[in-house]
């Protein structure tokens, strides 16, 4: 079971918890992805999906898997992992400064249950994750917690939101249009796949995942 949520910030304080509750009025965030807009919120449109609030991002994963129940709540058990910028009011301010480096604005889950459900973020400024991503990275490989070798990525990013699967695989997410964000230098996925820049160096997005 997930460790439970010692700091909220800001608007997760005041928001609901059900699917009804996150489709409150559009929030407004930047640094989205060259070409977002709201005339391709949901849909591929030659680029990645857009998503303008938490509830337009799970009506359109619903289309492709189950995202079904969505909730802010910090205690769902579905949080079997917790929020990227989740940190507790005793950590250190190398810490602090690491979650919210992430920039979110806005986190719910969906799904099941703990063992297939989906985390999604807003980022107010998505090459600002994109690069909190790079460097957590690279931290665990020079601790040891993860192969130098590893050639896998994880999130999984549209436009303007990002998904990330708490289970086995990738839940289907490859199939949605999302692009996966892989930072290991030595990727190469295999012809055929899509290999598109992200916003920052050392970083692609890709359709190709590894088991």
């Known amino acids: 079971m997930r460790m439970k949520r010692m700091l909220l910030i800001g608007a997760a304080l005041t928001a609901l918890t059900s699917v009804a509750a996150c489709d409150g009025g559009d929030a407004k965030g930047g640094g989205a992805h060259s070409g977002a807009d709201q005339k391709g919120e949901g849909k591929q449109d ?13 009506e359109f994963l619903q289309q492709h898997v189950d995202c079904s129940n969505l909730s802010n709540d910090p ?3 579905r949080l079997n992992d917790p929020f990227v910028d989740d940190v ?10 690491e979650a919210a480096a992430w920039t979110i604005q806005e986190e719910a889950v969906c799904g099941t249950d703990w063992t297939s459900s989906y985390l999604i973020y807003r980022p107010k400024n998505m090459t600002a994750f994109e690069q909190a991503y790079k460097n957590d990275r690279e931290k665990k490989v020079k601790r040891g917690v993860i192969d ?21 695989g990738s839940g289907g997410l490859e199939k949605t249009g999302l692009l996966q964000l892989n930072c290991a230098p030595s990727f190469a996925p295999p012809s055929g796949y899509k290999k598109e820049k992200a916003h920052i160096s050392g970083c692609v997005l890709t359709n190709y995942v590894e088991n």
């Open 75 to 77: 205690h769902d058990d």
């Open 148 to 168: 130098a070798g590893r050639t896998d990525g994880k999130f999984f990013l549209g436009k303007d939101f990002v998904v990330d699967y708490s289970g086995e």
């Open 88 to 97: 507790s009011d005793s950590a250190s301010a190398e810490k602090k400064r």
């Open 46 to 58: 030659g680029g990645l999906p857009s998503a303008s609030s938490l509830k337009k991002a799970q």
